[in-house]
């Protein structure tokens, strides 16, 4: 299994690994980030949503999904830092382009 995939098993609760670092980051990660993984993912989803259909999700992508902004950043980890903020910068695309933002961040956290 591949890092990404051990941290994806991570990020929902499943613990799958034995790679200690793996997992001092994941538990660092839950208690010192404040992030709800399912508001989270349940905020990409929308926002993935909205734009595969067509809508421009300018204020979700600002607002909602700039909520989790201090949690993401605390999280150390690159992958989902870089993704976060690639969907950040797709605030004013056209809905294709932040849809394939969406899809990409959503392809890191499950």
Same mark, same amino acid.
């Given at each position: 299994?591949?890092?990404? %995939?051990?941290? !994806? ?7 799958? =690994? =034995?790679? !200690?670092? #793996?997992? =001092? ?6 208690? %010192?980030?404040? &992030? $709800?993984?399912? @508001?989270?993912?349940?905020?990409? &989803?929308?926002?993935?949503?909205? /734009? =595969?259909? *067509? $809508? ?21 980890? !690159?992958?989902?830092?870089? +993704?976060?903020? %690639? #969907?950040?910068? +797709?605030?004013?695309? @056209?809905? @294709?382009?932040? /849809? %394939?933002?969406?899809?990409? #961040? #959503?392809?890191?956290? *499950?």
């Amino acid at each position: 299994m591949n890092l990404q %995939e051990q941290y !994806k098993r991570l990020f929902k609760g499943r613990v799958g =690994t =034995t790679d !200690k670092k #793996l997992v =001092t980051e994941a538990i660092k990660f839950r208690t %010192e980030s404040g &992030l $709800d993984e399912k @508001d989270f993912q349940d905020t990409v &989803l929308m926002i993935h949503k909205g /734009a =595969t259909g *067509g $809508d421009e999700m300018v204020d979700e992508i600002g607002d909602e999904l700039g909520d989790f902004y201090d949690a993401i950043h605390s999280s150390g980890n !690159k992958e989902l830092i870089e +993704a976060y903020a %690639e #969907l950040r910068e +797709a605030q004013y695309e @056209d809905p @294709d382009f932040q /849809a %394939e933002a969406a899809q990409a #961040l #959503l392809d890191i956290i *499950g």
